[in-house]
């Protein structure tokens, strides 16, 4: 057992305690934004803006700049999606859950390969490609790109993209030491498959209804 908490927890010894209680408030309002999320509240936004800030902030002290990028953007779309969802569609109604359209779907593949080569040049210049996980962060920062884009649509499609991409980042974080961190993607994951489900079911009430 100890050796087992040892390998999640010792690398936190050589940690600035603010550090380590920054990124534990990070990951629960990061918690409290994907289940407002699931629950299609509007709260999901300043929440995440809350653990975002806090993540940029830590992911350039520990020169993590795919990570960073990832929570900057988060940061950007966490203002765009709060006016989108709360914006009024007609007299009486805001910004409705739907589905991709053919047009969306083709933002989203140039979104993700746009992503990846920005992450690519960024790398490159600040050569951090030195590690197999430049790779892995470089694929999950475009998925998760995708995902928050479609988030702030409000497009049910972009559990898809959070699932793959959390339970990619389960594994990535534990082998980077970030142990919260990696206990946050392994909720969000559950989260996201339930997020998915409760969307879906609100569209198909509403296509029941019509």
């Given at each position: 057992m100890n050796q087992v908490f040892n390998y999640l927890f010792s690398q936190y010894g050589t940690y600035?305690?603010?550090d380590i209680?920054?990124?534990?408030?990070?990951?629960i309002f990061g918690f409290l934004s994907v289940w407002y999320s699931k629950k299609n509240k509007i709260w999901v936004f300043p929440t995440g803006m809350i653990s975002t800030v806090i993540f940029v902030y830590l992911l350039l002290k520990w020169q993590?700049?795919?990570?960073?990028?990832?929570?900057?953007?988060?940061?950007?779309?966490?203002?765009?999606?709060?006016?989108?969802?709360?914006?009024?569609?007609?007299?009486?109604n805001v910004t409705p859950i739907s589905r991709t359209t053919s047009k969306e779907k083709k933002i989203s593949v140039f979104i993700f390969i746009g992503t990846l080569i920005f992450v690519y040049a960024v790398y490159s210049y600040f050569d951090k490609w030195?590690?197999?996980?430049?790779?892995?962060?470089?694929?999950?920062?475009?998925?998760?790109?995708?995902?928050?884009?479609?988030?702030a649509k409000r497009k049910i499609e972009n559990w898809i993209y959070w699932i793959i991409g959390d339970i990619i980042s389960v594994p990535l974080y534990l082998y980077k030491g970030f142990t919260f961190t990696s206990f946050q993607y392994l909720i969000f994951t559950f989260i996201a498959v339930s997020g998915y489900?409760?969307?879906?079911?609100?569209?198909?009430?509403?296509?029941?209804?019509?």
């Open positions: 600035d305690t603010l209680w920054l990124e534990i408030i990070a990951v993590l700049l795919g990570d960073m990028m990832i929570n900057a953007y988060y940061f950007i779309m966490s203002v765009y999606g709060w006016y989108i969802w709360t914006r009024n569609v007609d007299d009486t030195t590690h197999w996980t430049a790779y892995v962060d470089t694929f999950t920062t475009a998925i998760f790109f995708v995902g928050m884009w479609l988030m489900l409760a969307w879906k079911k609100i569209l198909n009430n509403k296509k029941a209804i019509l």
